[in-house]
């Protein structure tokens, strides 16, 4: 039996990897892939999402919502790296949705199709899982798995000192998350720093003759690029597809049941997660079971085997990107 999946993503270069392993992954089926803002705006998330969907052309179509602001819009016009995470490199064709279906509401749909049986693999902002939990009373009990890509334990943010980006852009949607009862896992940047990417990567990816082989070459190595030009590092993290690799492969990760919550309100610390770890916790929720190791360098191997495997499956390039 296929897993059930829903892709909830902001692409994202980082995002478009894990979509494309998801989408070929004949162990799982990916009912949707909804998009919400966060590296890009709302309006660019849905349109790359689209245009990456129509790219991979895979069997079995996905539904796809269509992503909208966050109640208190997005407090960063992209990623620091802005230009690093913007699919424009690859200029994807893409034909406007003629019924754009919000995302929340396509995941509401989605789960309360499959009760317990559907994984939602949150890689952005949690803005549409908040809104899939406030807009369907049921939903938290009909979830099957909420997995978030984001968050901070003993390491700095990201986006500040204090938060990572994916709570940052949404920290009030990432609090009604983390407060439900919705079985939740999250893959904080504890574990995804630990992945670390040099540019020997690019020559691990498919041949560029393929689908697959051509878009990533041509994505990542503009994420190198503008991480060196920008960041001044030679070397970039996938937090998105590690966090999709602790759902296709556990075994890789340990995993700790923590009670977490999100600031929404500090000065300094907006969007930081915080995580009682007193020696006698007064929060005694244990609301998120939480990545807190990794075996990286088996996930990097898992990651470029699972890349073949897609360009297997997405063939040959018709036109170049
Ligand atoms: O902090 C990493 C996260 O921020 C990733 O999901 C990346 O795509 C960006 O959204
Ligand atoms: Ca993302």
Known sequence: ????????????????????LSLFDPSWEVLAVTAVGG?????????????LLAYFDPERSPRIGAASEPDRGL?????????????????????????????????VDEVRSAPHAVTIVALGPLTNIARAIQRDPEFSALVGRIVIAGGAVQVGGNITPAAEFNIYCDPVAARVVFA????????PLDASNKLVL???????????TGKVGALFRKLLSAKFRNYRLELGRETIHLHDTLALMAVACPELFRFVEMSGDVETAGELTMGATVFDRRAAPAWRH???EVAVSVDAGAVHQEIVRRLRLAADAAGDLATPV
């Open 198 to 208: 040099g540019l020997g990567f690019l020559s691990e990816l498919p041949e560029e």
């Open 180 to 187: 439900s009862a919705a079985p939740k896992t999250l893959i």
């Open 39 to 51: 590296n890009v705006s709302s309006a660019v998330a849905t349109r790359n999402t689209q245009a």
């Open 75 to 107: 407090p960063v016009k992209g990623r620091f790296a802005d230009s690093a995470d913007d699919l424009r490199v690859a200029a994807l064709p893409v034909a406007e949705l003629r019924t754009p279906h919000p995302s929340e509401k396509v995941i």
């Open 1 to 20: 039996m296929a897993r059930k999946i829903i892709l909830d993503i902001d692409p994202g270069i980082d995002d478009a990897l894990a979509l494309c």
């Open 286 to 288: 244990n609301n998120l």
